[in-house]
């Protein structure tokens, strides 16, 4: 099995299909993960006036 690090703590661990938490090496870094996109400590980078002309428009139509 190929080794990755977790996104979340750095450490090594395998690429297993039975991990039901990988990318994270555990439960707990895939729980820190969600908790710092929930804070929106993490994004995706984009514009974020092409989500508000998509917002305008579908206000349009309600």
């Known amino acids: ?4 690090k977790c996104p979340q703590c750095g450490e090594k661990s ?13 439960e707990q870094c895939k729980n820190l993960d ?3 996109w929930a804070h ?3 994004h995706i980078p984009g514009d974020s006036q ?6 305008e428009d ?5």
Do not use: H, Q, T
Request: charged share 30%.
């Open 1 to 4: 099995m190929p080794e990755i």
């Open 34 to 36: 969600f908790i710092a």
């Open 58 to 62: 579908l206000e349009k139509f309600e």
């Open 50 to 55: 092409v989500s508000d002309i998509f917002s």
């Open 14 to 26: 395998e690429w297993n299909p039975d991990n039901p938490y990988r990318p994270f090496c555990s």
């Open 40 to 42: 929106g400590e993490r």
